[in-house]
C-alpha cells in the first residue's frame, strides 16, 4: 500500500502515482513485515539481504550487487574531532553512488508494472544509476541535465549506458518540473526519489548500519542533503528497523546543505516545516545544487523527530573537507559527499556534536565522478626524464 505522508490518503501499490491526488503531498509505501533479525544472517551483503522489507515482486529484480557498502571507522579524523567516527562510503556501489540502491527497486517495480520507458531529471548520479538499470532491464531511459552543471564522470556514465540525455537550458528543480509533466502524462515512469520505491532501495542504508553496529544506532547520522530522499530514506529504514524490534534507540538525523542551496537548513534554523524554495542555487557540490527539495516535508520530519540537526557549510568547507578525508583516511569522496565531514566539523566546533558522540557519515559519491574538481585542487605533475639521478634529486628535495 502507498500512502500519503500529510493526509494519510491511501493508494494501491499497482498504481503510477508520485504525489497524493488529494492534497499534493509526497507518498510512501507501507511495509509491514514480520521476521525476526536472524533471518538476514549468511545472505550476501546486498540491500536484497533484507528482501522482506523491500516492497516488489521477488520474481523481477533488477540488480547488480548494489549495497554491502564500506563501513570505515575513521581513527585518525574521529581524534583530531573528539567523536568515535565511521563513514558509510556510497561510492562503492556500482555505478559510484547511493542511487544504485534506490534505482534497483524502482527498477524492479518498473519491471512490475510493465513499463517501457523510464526517466528522471538529475544533477547527474541519478541519471548515470538510471542508465545502468535501464540497460540491465532492457528500458528505453531519458534523462534530462541542467547544462553545463554536471559533473564530467557522471555524464560520461550516463551517455555511455545509453541513455537518450537531453540537456535543460535550466536549473536542476526547472527540469524536475518538466520531466514530473511528461511522467504525469505517462511517457515515461519517473525514477526520482518522487517515486516512493526509490526510497525504499535507499532504507537499506540505515539497515546496514545498524546492523554493522551489531544491532545499535549511532547517536548520530550525518548526511549531505539535496533532493532530501536520502536522508528521509535512511529515517524511514531505522524506523522500520526500530518498529520491527531489532534496535532499541535511534540516531539524531542530521542533515548539511550547501551555503548556497539551503532551503532546509534555514526551515530548521526557523524551526519551520515549510521552506522557501532557492530560485538560483548555487555551489561547487553540484549533486546538491538543488532549492527546492521534493522530499523537504519528509526530512524535515526526519530532523525533528530524531532530534537531530541541519546545517549550513561553504564551499570552501566542503573542499577542504574532501582533501582531509582523502588524505588522512585515504577514503575519496566527490565534494556533495564531503559535505557530511565538513558539517561534523562544524557542529564539534559549535558544540552542537559531543565529544565521544559515535558519529556515522554517509559519503554519497565516490572522487572519480567529478574529476575535474579533484584535479584542480591537487599539485601538477612534476615532468622529469626517466633518468635515476634526477629522480634522486626530486625525492630528496621533497622529503
Ligand atoms: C553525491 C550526492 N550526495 C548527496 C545527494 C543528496 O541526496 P538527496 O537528494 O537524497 O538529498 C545527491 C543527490 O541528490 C548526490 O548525488
Ligand atoms: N543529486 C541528485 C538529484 C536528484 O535526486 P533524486 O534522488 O530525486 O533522483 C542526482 O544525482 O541527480
Not at 112 to 126: F, I, K, Q, R, W
Not at 238 to 262: D, L, R, W
Not at 323 to 331: H, P, V
Request: net charge negative.
Amino acid at each position: 500500500m502507498i500512502e500519503c505522508v500529510s493526509c494519510k490518503a491511501k493508494y494501491d501499490s499497482d498504481e503510477i502515482i508520485y504525489t497524493c491526488e488529494k492534497c499534493g503531498a509526497v507518498l510512501e509505501v507501507v511495509v509491514d513485515v514480520d521476521v525476526s533479525k536472524e533471518t538476514f544472517d549468511c545472505r550476501k551483503d546486498t540491500l536484497w539481504k533484507y528482501k522482506e522489507f523491500m516492497p516488489v515482486d521477488e520474481s523481477k529484480i533488477v540488480s547488480l550487487d548494489e549495497g554491502g557498502t564500506p563501513f570505515c571507522k575513521c581513527e585518525k579524523l574521529g581524534k583530531d574531532l573528539g567523536v568515535e567516527l565511521y563513514v558509510k562510503v556510497e561510492g562503492s556501489n556500482p555505478t559510484g553512488s547511493f542511487k544504485d540502491r534506490g534505482m534497483s527497486v524502482g527498477m524492479t517495480k518498473a519491471m512490475e508494472l510493465g513499463v517501457d520507458t523510464v526517466g528522471c531529471a538529475s544533477t547527474g548520479n541519478t541519471s548515470a544509476s538510471l542508465a545502468a538499470y535501464a540497460a540491465r532491464a532492457g528500458l528505453r531511459c531519458i534523462v534530462l541535465l541542467p547544462s553545463g552543471k554536471v559533473a564530467l564522470g557522471k555524464l560520461a556514465q550516463a551517455m555511455f549506458h545509453g541513455a537518450e540525455v537531453l540537456s535543460v537550458n535550466g536549473n536542476f528543480d526547472e527540469a524536475l518540473d518538466a520531466v514530473t509533466q511528461l511522467a504525469l502524462e505517462k511517457h515515461l515512469y519517473l525514477l526520482n526519489s518522487i517515486n516512493p520505491y526509490r526510497l525504499e532501495g535507499q532504507k537499506s542504508i540505515g539497515f546496514e548500519i545498524v546492523h554493522e553496529l551489531g544491532w545499535n544506532s549511532p547517536d548520530r547520522i550525518i548526511l549531505p542533503v539535496g533532493n532530501a530522499g536520502n536522508i528521509s530514506a535512511i529515517w524511514k529504514g531505522i524506523t522500520e528497523f526500530h518498529n520491527a524490534g531489532y534496535i532499541s534507540n535511534k540516531p539524531m538525523m542530521t542533515g548539511i546543505q550547501a551555503e548556497g542551496a539551503s532551503p532546509i537548513a534555514d526551515a530548521f534554523r526557523k524551526n519551520a516545516m515549510d521552506i522557501i524554495p532557492v530560485k538560483n542555487p548555487e555551489t561547487i557540490a553540484t549533486a546538491i545544487r538543488i532549492g527546492a527539495p521534493v522530499s523537504s516535508i519528509k526530512a524535515l520530519r526526519a530532523i525533528y523527530d530524531s532530534n537531530g540537526y541541519s546545517e549550513t557549510v561553504t564551499d570552501d568547507e566542503i573542499l577542504a573537507a574532501q582533501l582531509e578525508l582523502a588524505r588522512k583516511e585515504g577514503i575519496g569522496v566527490e565534494p556533495a559527499s564531503a559535505a557530511s565531514i565538513a558539517g561534523l566539523k562544524k557542529l564539534v566546533n559549535d558544540g552542537i556534536v559531543d565529544k565521544g558522540e559515535q558519529v556515522v557519515c554517509v559519503v554519497t559519491g565516490h572522487l572519480l565522478k567529478d574529476p575535474n574538481t579533484a584535479i584542480e585542487a591537487s599539485t601538477e605533475p612534476i615532468e622529469i626524464e626517466a633518468d635515476v639521478e634526477q629522480l634522486k634529486n626530486i625525492l630528496l628535495k621533497n622529503k
